[in-house]
């Protein structure tokens, strides 16, 4: 069964780091697109940073300049490196993953983890 595992989450001060992992297993042909969303209690769930196949990466207005999203094909891992963390950044945060598994390889499926909450106090 293919599922995305968070982790990496904490309690941090505002201008502190922290750095989420993603790791993917299952019947994995081939990682395509990977990327971080967050939700706020009460707020929509939004994009934090996406990265293709090719590393190309793309990122969230408020938090450009400070995170930093990264891939480790071999490891079927993405990561999160989130620098100069503020409260308006506490939310849970998902890793998302486009996947194509070895038993559908002419097409890619969407995936999601089940989150980890990152908490930034003032």
């Not at 750095?19 to 969303?37: D, E, K, P, Q, T």
């Not at 890793?95 to 990152?118: E, L, P, S």
Request: with cysteine; aromatic share 10%.
């Amino acid at each position: 069964q293919l599922q995305l595992v968070e982790s990496g989450g904490g309690l941090v001060q505002a201008g502190g780091s922290l750095r989420l992992h993603c790791v993917a297993s299952g019947s994995i042909f081939r990682l395509n697109a990977m990327g971080w969303y967050r939700q706020a209690p009460g707020k929509q769930r939004e994009l934090v940073a996406t990265i293709t196949s090719g590393s190309s990466t793309n990122y969230a207005d408020s938090v450009k300049g400070r995170f930093t999203i990264s891939r480790e094909d071999a490891k079927n891992t993405v990561y999160l490196q989130m620098n100069s963390l503020k409260p308006e950044d506490t939310s849970v945060y998902y890793c998302n993953a486009k996947i194509t598994t070895w038993d559908m390889r002419g097409t890619q499926r969407n995936y999601w983890g089940q989150g980890t909450q990152v908490t930034v106090s003032s």
